[in-house]
T-cell receptor, first 114, second 115 residues
């Protein structure tokens, strides 16, 4: 079956622009996670949704970062007034339930801020 | 705070040799432990995981890992390396009392396999 998909795969933005990154999780998966992976680093947690509820946003680095999952399926990560330090790969993962359940990752969106 | 330490950012082995990638974690309660592999320009793929039960866990592509509570370790091994094993490997934990299941990753280890 289809896995987690993300779009766009690559995004170049000028500093100060707003960007929106989309994640299509595996159908029926309850949990959805966003991670940020800087070059040469491991992924770092940004935020977590259980269905449409955003239960944990402790990893969002600033109030310029905003995520939503209005119908409990597709999710969008929005970054306002992008800065160079926002350059990274943004990974989305979904899992059937929650807790220790296996997370299935998408291919990521590589964001480059010039 | 929890953390995950992967010893060695780069590991190089010859084809057919033993692969050993080290992972240590810090956690006040028994965690759930994972190894993921990442190929260039691809997402993370689960190799194996430990939640409860048998401490020796077998995964895909001939990899296995052993949870050693006394050593707070979860090292990844494979008896014989193949060229296709060259990739980035990440150890990760979920805190045992987490109600979100967020993964905490190590810095990663790049595995190079020489012919």
């Amino acid at each position: 079956g289809a896995g987690v998909s993300q779009s766009p795969r690559y995004k170049v933005a000028k500093r100060g622009q707003d960007v929106a990154l989309r994640c299509d999780p595996i159908s029926g998966h309850v949990s959805l996670f966003w991670y940020q992976q800087a070059l040469g680093q491991g992924p770092e947690f940004l935020t977590y949704f259980q269905n449409e509820a955003q239960l944990d946003k402790s990893g969002l680095p600033s109030d310029r970062f905003f995520a939503e999952r209005p119908e409990g399926s597709v999710s969008t990560l929005k970054i306002q007034r992008t800065q160079q330090e926002d350059s990274a790969v943004y990974l989305c993962a979904s899992s059937p339930l929650f807790g220790s359940d296996t997370q299935y990752f998408g291919p990521g969106t590589r964001l480059t801020v010039l | 705070a929890q953390s995950v330490t992967q010893l060695g950012s780069h590991v190089s082995v010859s084809e057919g040799a033993l692969v050993l990638l080290r992972c240590n974690y810090s956690s006040s309660v028994p965690p759930y432990l994972f190894w993921y592999v990442q190929y260039p320009n691809q997402g993370l793929q689960l190799l194996l995981k430990y939640t409860t039960g048998a401490t020796l866990v077998k995964g895909i592509n001939g990899f296995e890992a052993e949870f050693k509570k006394s050593e707070t370790s979860f090292h990844l091994t494979k008896p014989s390396a193949h060229m296709s094993d060259a990739a980035e490997y990440f150890c990760a934990v979920i805190h045992g009392s987490s109600n979100t299941g967020k993964l905490i990753f190590g810095q990663g280890t790049t595995l190079q396999v020489k012919p």
